[in-house]
């Protein structure tokens, strides 16, 4: 079975810019999470869906990031603009039951 | 508030046995797991206890007691490949994963 796609793997922008990462999840997973995992540390959950709905967002900066997942398929993550801080490895996860199955990861470079 | 903890780092010897300690205060729990992570790729999936006891795997066994709060990862017959960042994650009542930040294994020849 092919696995969780995402794109791009690397980005690098200038702050204040705008970046979208796209992730696609194994076939059949309802639910998909976007993480964002900083240098030497356990990934931070930014964003949950289930099917098109939204599970848990309380740790996503909303007033510059947002997610979309309109189909219940996949998803987009954007960041509008972007700061320095935001350089991370956003990683997309989708789940039937059990364990959660990774992409490949966007590694984000803010300059 | 909800926490998991593990080591920063640890060192092994090529053929050891390593294990690697996880404990855990979260709100409910439905699940613990154990990933690794290689330098620069995602995290994958190696296990997963919800009762108490020991889950073998081939060279990677987990072992839970959810009395305790407490997991621990076991590696034998280390391999040069098993140097890696190994994350421990908790299912809470709400069913979503708490993370711990990774023990970094560094196996030495």
Same mark, same amino acid.
């Given at each position: 079975e092919a696995g969780v796609a995402q794109s791009p793997r690397y980005k690098i922008i200038e702050k204040r810019q705008s970046v979208a990462f796209w992730c696609n999840p194994i076939s059949g997973h309802a639910t998909l999470y976007w993480y964002q995992q900083i240098l030497g540390q356990g990934p931070k959950l930014l964003i949950q869906f289930q099917n098109n709905g939204v599970? &848990? &967002?309380?740790?996503? !900066?909303?007033d510059r990031f947002s997610a979309e997942r309109l189909k219940g398929v996949d998803s987009t993550l954007k960041i509008? !603009?972007?700061?320095?801080? &935001?350089s991370a490895v956003y990683l997309c996860a989708s789940s039937s039951t059990g364990g959660e199955y990774f992409g490949p990861g966007t590694r984000l470079t803010v300059t | 508030g909800q926490n998991i903890d593990q080591p920063t780092e640890m060192t092994a010897t090529e053929g050891a046995i390593v294990q690697i300690n996880c404990t855990y205060q979260t709100s409910g729990f439905n699940g613990l797991f154990w990933y690794q992570q290689h330098a620069g790729e995602a995290p994958t999936f190696l296990s997963y206890n919800v009762l108490d006891g020991l889950e073998e795997k081939g060279r990677f066994s987990s072992f839970l007691s959810r009395s305790k709060g407490y997991s621990y990862l076991l590696l034998k017959e280390?391999?040069?490949?098993?140097s890696a960042s190994y994350l421990c994650a908790v299912r809470d009542s709400n069913y979503q994963l708490i993370w711990g930040a990774g023990t970094k294994l560094i196996i030495k020849p």
């Open positions: 599970v &848990d &967002d309380s740790q996503l !900066p909303k509008q !603009p972007a700061k320095l801080e &935001d | 280390l391999q040069m490949k098993d």
